[in-house]
């Protein structure tokens, strides 16, 4: 079950990797597609949220567009 950490509200388009990048904001980068030719990521920030990120979550940009973590499932099996 996930928590939401933070509002933001980005509006997703498609196409695009949304992701909480290392400084705890929402960034976003294009997908890749078979068949492209591989070059330089283009990844832009799209909401400063500045999130502190502890250890054992899995932190994500959820449907309604906010931050929301998950602890990570260790050692099951």
């Given at each position: ?43 832009e920030k799209v909401a400063k949220a500045g999130v502190k ?25």
């Amino acid at each position: 079950m996930a928590e939401k950490v933070a509002k933001v509200g980005v509006k997703k388009e498609g196409g695009y990797l949304y992701f909480v990048d290392k400084q705890g904001d929402v960034s976003r980068a294009v997908m890749a597609r078979g068949g492209r030719k591989k070059g330089a990521t283009q990844v832009e920030k799209v909401a400063k949220a500045g999130v502190k990120k502890e250890g054992g979550y899995l932190y994500f940009v959820d449907k309604e567009g906010d931050i929301s973590r998950a602890q990570m499932a260790r050692g099951r099996k």
